[in-house]
T-cell receptor
Framework: ETGVTQSPTHLIKTRGQQVTLRCSSQ?????VSWYQQALGQGPQFIFQYYREEENGRGNFPPRFSGLQFPNYSSELNVNALELDDSALYLC??????????????FGPGTRLTVL | AQRVTQPEKLLSVFKGAPVELKCNYS??????LFWYVQYSRQRLQLLLRHISRESIKGFTADLNKGETSFHLKKPFAQEEDSAMYYC?????????????FGKGTKLSVIP
């Protein structure tokens, strides 16, 4: 069974640029969640995708957007990068079944640095 | 709004000593609580969840709704327990099952 994978591992961008981060969910999982973890903080929920639809969003501006593909992999896009966007971005997948909250399995993360 | 508080940023204990990592939460509904752990150079992974009521690696946690707490305990700390521990909660029955994390407690077990 393959776990959650994320690419790239590290990324350096400059302010104002756009970035795309990628996530492959664990086999059999149909739900993907994205989290931002700033230095010294716990992960903060950005949004979740279920069956290719956004299914819940945290307190993040619209310049954070995402996609989920038919194979349940996912992308996180961030436009107009700001210095405060520098963080570790975590993807988590889960085998969501109707009416219950399942365990989320995390990827290793993508470290984004905005200069 | 839901919130998770882990009051200790760092907790140092000697090997063989008891460990208690504190977690308090605020949520008006019926919460589901988790402890996640991150060992050095490894990814975040689930340690235990309150509905399972199981002991993992000697750790237990009891949900106390009266005190809105979900403290993590282990009677005898081992060096391999040194890691970052995050308490988290999620809503049940909502459209999405987002996790709200605390800021984490770094546990250091002194040999």
């Amino acid at each position: 069974e393959t776990g959650v994978t994320q690419s790239p591992t590290h990324l350096i961008k400059t302010r104002g640029q756009q970035v795309t981060l990628r996530c492959s969910s664990q086999s059999g999982h149909n739900t993907v969640s994205w989290y931002q973890q700033a230095l010294g903080q716990g992960p903060q929920f950005i949004f979740q995708y279920y069956r290719e639809e956004e299914n819940g969003r945290g307190n993040f501006p619209p310049r954070f957007s995402g996609l989920q593909f038919p194979n349940y992999s996912s992308e996180l896009n961030v436009n107009a990068l700001e210095l405060d966007d520098s963080a570790l971005y975590l993807c988590a997948s889960s085998p969501r079944t109707s009416g219950s909250g399942d365990t989320q399995y995390f990827g290793p993360g993508t470290r984004l640095t905005v200069l | 709004a839901q919130r998770v508080t882990q009051p200790e940023k760092l907790l140092s204990v000697f090997k063989g000593a008891p460990v208690e990592l504190k977690c308090n939460y605020s949520y008006s509904g019926s919460p589901e609580l988790f402890w996640y752990v991150q060992y050095s150079r490894q990814r975040l992974q689930l340690l235990l969840r309150h509905i399972s009521r199981e002991s993992i690696k000697g750790f237990t946690a009891d949900l106390n709704k009266g005190e809105t707490s979900f403290h993590l305990k282990k009677p005898f700390a081992q060096e391999e327990d040194s890691a970052m521990y995050y308490c988290a909660l999620t809503t049940r029955g909502a459209g999405s099952y987002q996790l709200t994390f605390g800021k984490g407690t770094k546990l250091s077990v002194i040999p």
